[in-house]
């Protein structure tokens, strides 16, 4: 089986900004999982080729190779309507879209037509798809690669914090991390714009194997700030902001984007074999029980909870052995892209 992937290397077309998320896991993955037989066409590639040139690149290198699947993870407007439909003469064609409890509303369902199968994370998705007359559509979520993501030791000379959140700043965040602060919780906070700066993966995966508590923060985000607001009126094109006119469109999907989603790092801690306690999320009870992972309901509860765990060895090291098992037994990219594969070659 052969594949070709597109998608970006860099965070944000940035070198600085350190790889990617799709490179990081997708392609990491996608590299042990088709060996020899994959082609990768990075995204950054537009900026020194243009991209009509590298549109008719990735259509040149399928009709060449003939590859069984081509897999794209796109971040913006990077394929043209065109190059995509014909790619689907040549190969089965499969995106990635992440956020379409959003994104759907001014993206994904534009782009979907234009693939052989659309993967979605958002529950509901499917059911707005087949509104818009879209069929296409498979329902999949985010899963962790237990080659990177795996209980390991400690190397610090100074001990493994009590209460742990990676991630990066945001005003809501803050707030949360200040709260539990104030109410005398020792949580460590690493990440862009905080204190605690920026990790390494491989200082991340111990700082999940090593905290008596991981927090996955997943707040509502700042409707009122700069970023938010501009996404009414403006748009990403690859590694630039342009204007955006369909108001509209951008209405709808600003109105959603307060739907708390299941993230990639609610499999990735359990699968270092951490305690992991988080928020409400979309869909989270269907891949998890409340004897895997812990949930809170309000600041108050969260708090709550978290002083009770630290005092509480026995209870928080049996939820954090059941989570990492139902995570290996249920929850890795292995499973999930074997499924898509499977329903896709079902469907032919």
């Not at 379409?100 to 529950?123: C, E, G, I, L, Q």
């Not at 809501?172 to 991390?177: G, L, N, S, V």
């Not at 951008?250 to 299941?262: C, L």
Request: aromatic share 16%.
């Amino acid at each position: 089986m052969r594949a070709l992937y597109s998608g970006l290397k860099y965070n944000f077309y940035n070198s600085k900004k350190g790889g990617s998320f799709e490179y990081e896991t997708f392609y990491s993955y996608f590299k042990r999982y088709f060996g020899s037989d994959i082609t990768y066409l990075p995204f950054e590639d537009i900026l020194s080729l243009g991209k009509q040139k590298y549109n008719k690149i990735v259509l040149e290198t399928i009709q060449k190779e003939k590859p069984d699947i081509f897999f794209s993870f796109m971040f913006t407007d990077e394929l043209d309507f065109k190059t995509l439909d014909e790619i689907k003469k040549y190969t089965t064609s499969i995106a990635w879209f992440a956020d379409d409890h959003w994104r759907f509303h001014n993206y994904s369902k534009y782009y979907a037509p234009y693939f052989s199968r659309v993967v979605t994370t958002y529950s509901k998705a499917v059911e707005w798809y087949k509104k818009a007359g879209i069929e296409n559509i498979i329902h999949s979520q985010w899963a962790v690669d237990t080659d990177l993501y795996k209980p390991t030791k400690w190397t610090g000379e100074d001990k493994p914090p009590e209460v742990s959140f990676v991630g990066s700043w945001s005003r809501p965040r803050a707030k949360i991390i200040e709260t539990l602060k104030k109410a005398g919780i020792p949580v460590s906070v690493y990440g862009k714009g905080w204190d605690g700066g920026h990790v390494s993966q491989e200082k991340m995966i111990e700082i999940f194997s090593h905290s008596k508590i991981n927090l996955a923060l997943n707040p509502a985000p700042d409707f009122l700030n700069t970023n938010s607001l501009g996404r009414l009126f403006f748009k990403r094109s690859l590694n630039k902001i342009v204007p955006d006119f369909h108001i509209i469109r951008n209405i709808e999907a600003f109105a959603h984007r307060g739907i708390s989603q299941i993230k990639a790092r609610h499999f990735e801690i359990p699968a270092c074999g951490g305690f992991l306690m988080t928020s409400h999320a979309d869909d989270l009870e269907n891949y998890y029980k409340p004897e895997e992972i812990v949930l809170y309901e309000n600041i108050d509860d969260f708090v709550r909870k978290i002083k009770f765990y630290l005092s509480h060895d026995k209870q928080r090291e049996n939820i954090a052995h059941a989570g990492y098992e139902r995570t290996i037994r249920d929850h890795t990219y292995k499973q999930r892209f074997e499924e898509i594969f499977k329903k896709i070659k079902n469907t032919a």
